[in-house]
């Protein structure tokens, strides 16, 4: 509704109506003025020159508060913000799983057996949208033994089939499946790890000429994502075929909607490249940020046992054709070694805790066994089966110095007639002495004798005759004449016409 209206239409007669419409006119334009600006400055504010709104509208996200806006012109940025919509109000539709494809699907099975100089099969198939796997009599076929065409729907080995085979063909649409990718590997001797490029979520399938191989450290390899290497349990022979295909990506994940939350952006709305489903490839490489200047001025190695072909300067070749692989490379025409005097050997996971050494010919290296048959361990010094420590003048301390016994014989011959008695045969004194044998004889007659100390026997009675009687103790006797002295003696009993006894004791004498 209009606020300034005519007083006095058409009755400008006197001066007080003139007087009323032009002080009405007058409230009006006061009560139009806001901030000490007329109508004309307010609506410049926000007009150009040709009439179009060019008001000062800011609008911004605030991620606590939400979507926000302000008009004019603040001191600073944080003065006159406005809510439009809260921070939980902006979030597009719900997220929508449309389904995936996590493999690669297998069809158009063909099974054909053939006679044997076969070389063409025939398969329809479509190579712009499909890869193709042969089996022969069940084994995978590397791809490089045959060459398949959709147009002539055929294929093709390059040997001919040897005897009655049975070829089973399969259809892959790795058209339809991200991340699809095969590898025919060919080893060399003594390689145990070959690289493939894989992340933790692909599933794959490994053949070693032909042959399904199953994963495990108990089986026949370990993957691993995190070097991007498969490592056999056994050692490769030189031309083994290694195939790896992947058959799954676990972690193939499609979301729909607007994602503006924290679970699918950062805090300044980009989308993480983890949350985005990039296939392997899917980044052309002038895309990466010095990506083409650096694969350019990349290493290229070559594992094999055959000089490789069409090198380029700065190529590096491990020479395979040897026991020992030999690093080269590539200068001016020719390859050069790296090492010309020897190379140093590839270790295998069988050389673990083994050390490195000049071989015995002297011209190169070797990796060996520790050998320490010769070494003493510190745990053997003064211990029990091993060996004495040194003092200081390097001399073996006297506590672990052994007894050490002298051996020794007393004799004595009995002249003449030989009555029964005791007749002694030596003194002891400051010794300990250990008897262990006895030899009797007789000139004529006979007797039996008994060994006696200080006039005491011990041990068993034996004869003698005059055949010589050497005499082993069953237990050594000891005579300990350390604190006084001992005697030792023979007590002769049924002596018969006994003459000229001849007696010898064997002893053992102990000294510290």
């Known amino acids: 509704m209009a606020r300034i209206r005519q007083q006095h239409p058409q009755n400008y007669t006197s001066t007080g109506n003139i007087n009323n419409e032009f002080e009405s ?37 605030d991620t606590t508060s939400g979507l926000q806006y302000r008009t004019g012109t603040y001191a600073t940025t944080e003065e006159g913000w406005l809510n439009i919509a809260e921070i939980d109000d902006l979030r597009g539709r719900a997220g929508q799983d449309f389904g995936t494809i996590e493999a690669p699907l297998f069809y158009n099975r063909s099974e054909q057996t053939v006679a044997s100089g076969t070389t063409v099969i025939n398969y329809t198939f ?24 959709s147009s002539a729907g055929t294929v093709t080995f390059g040997t001919a089939l040897s005897g009655t085979s049975t070829v089973i063909i399969y259809s892959i649409r790795s058209s339809t499946v991200t991340g699809f990718r095969r590898q025919d590997t060919t080893a060399a001797t003594g390689q145990a790890v070959v690289p493939f490029i894989h992340t933790a979520d ?28 498969l490592t056999f349990t056994t050692t490769l022979m030189n031309g083994d075929i290694i195939s790896v295909m992947t058959i799954e990506n676990t972690s193939a994940v499609q979301v729909g909607g607007l994602m503006t939350e924290d679970e699918f952006t950062d805090e300044n709305g980009y989308i993480p490249l983890t949350k985005l489903a990039i296939p392997d490839a899917g980044i052309a490489p ?52 790296t090492s010309p005097d020897a190379s140093l050997p590839v270790p295998a996971t069988t050389d673990a805790l083994r050390y490195l050494r000049v071989n015995s010919a002297g ?14 361990l510190k745990t053997a ?7 004495a420590t040194l003092d200081a003048q390097a001399l073996i301390p006297a506590a672990q110095l052994p007894t050490i016994r002298s051996i020794g014989t007393y004799s004595k011959i009995l002249s003449g007639s030989v009555s029964n008695g005791t007749h002694q045969i030596t003194r002891l004194w400051k010794q300990t002495t250990m008897i262990d044998g006895l030899s009797i004889k007789t000139g004529a007659g006979s007797c039996s004798v008994q060994i006696s100390v200080d006039g005491t026997t011990y041990g068993s009675v034996y004869s003698a005759t005059t055949t010589t009687s050497d005499i082993t103790l069953p237990a050594s006797m000891e005579v300990n004449a350390e604190a006084n002295s001992r005697s030792v003696e023979i007590a002769v009993t049924s002596a018969s016409g006994c003459t000229d006894l001849q007696i010898a004791i064997s002893t053992a004498t102990e000294t510290a």
């Open 381 to 387: 010094k003064g211990a029990a089966n091993g060996v």
């Open 25 to 61: 006119i007058l409230r009006y334009l006061n009560a139009a003025e806001v901030g000490s600006k007329s109508v004309a400055e307010l609506l410049a504010s926000i007009f150009d020159t040709e009439g179009d709104f060019a008001g000062a509208i800011e609008m911004r996200l």
């Open 363 to 376: 011209a190169g290296f070797e990796i060996a066994d520790l050998n320490l048959s010769s070494v003493v």
């Open 286 to 337: 002038a895309k990466v940020a010095t990506l083409v200047t650096e694969l350019a001025d990349k290493a290229h190695l070559v594992i094999a046992s055959t000089t490789p072909s069409s090198a380029s300067d700065g190529w590096l070749w491990l020479d395979t054709s040897s026991a020992t692989p030999e690093l080269k490379f590539y200068e001016s025409g020719q390859w050069y070694t």
């Open 202 to 229: 692909e599933r794959l399938l490994v053949y070693r000429n032909g042959v399904l191989q199953r994963e495990g450290a108990s089986y026949d390899y370990v993957a691993s994502s995190g070097t991007d290497t």
């Open 126 to 149: 479509d190579e712009a949208t499909d890869d193709i796997v042969v089996y022969v009599n069940g084994i995978l076929q590397a791809a490089s033994t045959y060459t398949s065409s």
